[in-house]
């Protein structure tokens, strides 16, 4: 595990605080083998969209650095505010004297939207250019405001509260609770234009639009 930092003969070795334990061994290593040991710098681990995990393309919780503009856009909107401050503090390249000073407007009231969308541009932008991330908020706007059509079904179930991945398999948006389970880590599930990420959600009685992927619809009148 520590052994790369000996043939590189590595000065110094940046990774994860959870890698902490074979940077060490790197610099252990290297001393076993007349070199002079390695420094080391840790980063915290940056939260996935689902703001548990670590992101990972093996959890579907990440924003790949090749998609584009309107997804990348999309998924930052997605996360939740508590994790958008965290993601401000690793990501962002404004200072943190900034970043907490948008925080406090933020507590004074200012719509904590506000502050996700500048996020959002500003990753966008850094991986495609401003103009896109300009054109992806649009996108991102449109599809809020008019992305649902006038004649989705209606779908009278029962059973509140209902687990989000038996009201999915139950109005007929996914053929089994095991899918819907992987349309909802994959991001790809909606309730009332908001993405859903908790595959444990549980939905009280009420009446909710359900949008799964980009063609699927259903208004779900949900009863006790």
Not at 185 to 191: C, D, L, P
Request: neutral net charge; proline residues 4%.
């Amino acid at each position: 595990q520590g052994y790369d930092s000996v043939a590189l003969k590595s000065d110094l070795e940046l990774g994860g605080t959870d890698q902490k334990f074979n940077l060490l061994m790197g610099r252990h290593l290297q001393q076993e083998y007349g070199q002079e040991p390695q420094c080391i710098l840790t980063m915290p681990l940056l939260e996935g969209l689902d703001g548990v995990d670590k992101m990972s393309k093996s959890k579907n919780n990440y924003i790949g650095i090749t998609e584009d503009a309107n997804t990348m856009f999309a998924k930052v909107m997605s996360v939740s505010d508590e994790l958008m401050w965290r993601w401000y503090t690793l990501l962002s390249f404004q200072s943190l004297s900034a970043i907490e000073a948008l925080k406090n407007e933020v507590s004074q009231g200012r719509n904590p939207r506000d502050a996700k969308v500048a996020l959002a541009k500003e990753i966008t932008a850094r991986f495609h250019s401003a103009a896109m991330a300009d054109l992806a908020e649009q996108d991102f706007v449109n599809r809020s405001k008019g992305g649902i059509p006038d004649d989705i079904p209606d779908v009278q179930l029962s059973g509140a509260p209902l687990a989000i991945t038996a009201l999915l398999k139950n109005a007929g948006l996914a053929p089994s609770a095991s899918e819907a389970g992987r349309l909802i880590e994959g991001h790809g599930v909606r309730i009332d234009s908001s993405v859903v990420s908790d595959k444990g959600l549980k939905l009280n009685a009420g009446v909710y639009v359900v949008q799964v992927g980009k063609r699927k619809f259903a208004r779900v009148h949900l009863s006790p």
